[in-house]
């Protein structure tokens, strides 16, 4: 008995808390009809606001794919001054509110720094551009790739590489056809998660971004704009576009980890 | 020989990228903050955190957070254990569900409490009508928080719990122990850890939640501001100092829940050894 009043209070809570908020969001992005839903996503400043979620996402990504493995690797392979505290330090963007990210990225970059007037006389404005935005979304997004690949790197047998080594392969040669097909479904993974997590982020990117309409305004700016002004149903389509395209790829990420037969990580 | 030189170098420069990396994407960025915080001394940035709307502020965030992380500590708990130890149809589904706020950006997160309660939400309406105002004031604050911290206690307990097996319990259960004090003295040791690394992000995550407040808290001016509205709404204005300071009390408030949860786990853990 007292299993199943658990059972039934949790199943509550998470109905209450998730399925009911999801479900009426739904139901009521769809209430005007498909027409109406369509025109909202292509309203110019909508569809750009998504085109520029995408593409900063995938630029901060790809980045963060090489950059990530390489710190991992450099972790877990090498010694040198620094490692423990660096190793420690690697979390510290899940431990700083989005908006303070945003703020030291303008103290650092911005028009008002020493470093910011530097960059912007040489033609290079990174805040309150879109350089910026990619910018805040690779501190939010530094640790998923590297806590990802990381474990799976501790595990690695050694005796693989040092074989194909012996046999002559140089080193990056290893790394490629060795190391890389083991680490790659937890790059994946890590790559998946940032990205996830970019189509959703505000805080930092509306402090770096400027909230310039067709220029710097993101697909989760815009749904707050338009909450602001009062256009509901705008919100709400773009919503449930970042929400689908951020569970599609959650759920992809799910069942080719299946086929894998578990696969590695989270 | 001139291989081995060659990797040498290839190491050093491989190690020289990350650590610059690291250091120009998270550590340079941090120590600008705290040294535009402390510009003027340790005096002002502490006068700036003290001011009665910081302090407010910080007492809200407090609040906000000592909640959400209760409600969900225990849920999370309860929920490990449903999702691990009981097997039921839909269990694939619920176990998705939990994770489901990971993916959602908190601006949506924010958008749907006030469609489901705001004054003409779906539910709001009713409770409007009977005098329950959520959105736009404190509950809608914490249940937004609740909402954005749902995972964390489920994901860290979860592989604890099924790593951790039932002999043991079974073995208390037959020596005559209850199901609370089996669940007190055998169980919730042995997961620890994990609900430990699950309420410290819960409480880093909630102390630090943004984009679902600032939906929900609306755009009234002079708000109920948490922390981070504070944070938002003073950087413009003629005294961002407070902004500054806020920021760096939040950020390391946090910084070192983590960091220290880590250090006191690996001195008990090298203690246990021995």
Do not use: C
């Amino acid at each position: 008995m007292p299993a199943l009043a658990l059972r039934g209070s949790t199943l509550a809570y998470l109905g209450v808390m998730v399925v009911l908020p999801l479900a009426v969001l739904a139901a009521q992005s769809a209430e005007l009809g498909p027409s109406a839903f369509w025109k909202a996503i292509f309203d110019p400043f909508a569809w750009h606001a998504l085109k520029l979620t995408i593409s900063t996402a995938l630029v901060m990504v790809a980045i963060n794919a090489v950059m990530g493995t390489a710190t991992a690797w450099v972790l877990v392979r090498y010694e040198f001054p620094g490692k423990e505290v660096m190793n420690a330090l690697i979390d510290l963007p899940f431990a700083v509110p989005t908006v303070v990210t945003g703020l030291m990225l303008v103290a650092l970059y911005g028009p008002s720094s020493a470093l910011g007037t530097v960059l912007g006389r040489a033609g290079l404005g990174v805040i309150y551009q879109q350089p910026g935005i990619v910018l805040a979304l690779l501190f939010v997004t530094y640790p998923f790739v590297i806590r990802s690949v990381q474990p799976v790197l501790l595990e690695v047998d050694r005796g693989e590489e040092e074989a194909a080594a012996t046999l002559g392969a140089s080193p990056w040669m290893v790394f490629r056809r060795v190391t890389l097909p083991t680490l790659f479904p937890s790059i994946l993974t890590g790559t998946a998660l940032a990205f996830s997590r970019a189509l959703g982020e505000f805080g930092s990117v509306v402090m770096v971004a400027g909230n310039r309409p067709l220029e710097t305004k993101t697909g989760p700016m815009y749904v707050f704009g338009e909450i602001e002004s009062g256009n509901r149903h705008g919100a709400m389509v773009v919503s449930v576009v970042l929400l689908a395209t951020s569970l599609g790829i959650l759920i992809a990420l799910n069942l080719i980890q299946r086929r894998r037969g578990g696969g590695h990580g989270e | 020989m001139g291989n081995d030189r060659a990797s040498a170098w290839g190491r050093r420069l491989l190690v020289g990228l990350v650590v610059g990396w690291f250091a120009a994407l998270i550590l340079v960025p941090t120590l600008a903050l705290a040294r535009t915080a402390l510009a003027g001394g340790f005096r002002p940035f502490w006068d700036a955190l003290m001011s009665a709307d910081a302090r407010r502020a910080f007492g809200l965030t407090l609040s906000i957070t000592a909640v959400a992380t209760v409600v969900n500590t225990l849920f999370g708990l309860a929920f490990a254990l449903v999702l691990v130890r009981q097997k039921f149809w839909g269990r694939a589904i619920a176990d998705g569900l939990v994770d489901l706020p990971f993916a959602v950006s908190p601006i949506i997160a924010g958008l749907m409490l006030v469609i489901v309660y705001g004054p003409n939400g779906w539910l709001g309406r009713h409770l409007e009508a009977a005098g329950f105002k959520v959105v736009y004031s404190w509950p809608g604050m914490v249940l937004a928080t609740m909402f954005v911290t749902i995972p964390f206690v489920v994901r860290e307990v979860v592989p604890v719990l099924r790593e951790f097996g039932i002999d043991q319990e079974e073995v208390a259960r037959t020596l005559g122990a209850g199901r609370w004090r089996t669940f007190w003295r055998v169980t919730l040791p042995s997961i620890r850890w994990g609900l430990a690394y699950g309420v410290t992000l819960t409480v880093a995550r909630s102390l630090g939640e943004f984009g679902a407040l600032l939906v929900v808290s609306g755009n009234i001016l002079g708000r109920t501001q948490t922390a981070t509205l504070y944070i938002h709404d003073t950087i413009e204005g003629f005294h961002p100092e407070g902004a500054y300071a806020a920021s760096v009390a939040l950020a390391g408030i946090s910084f070192v829940l983590l960091i220290g949860m880590e250090l006191v786990r690996k001195r008990v853990e090298a203690h246990e050894k021995h």
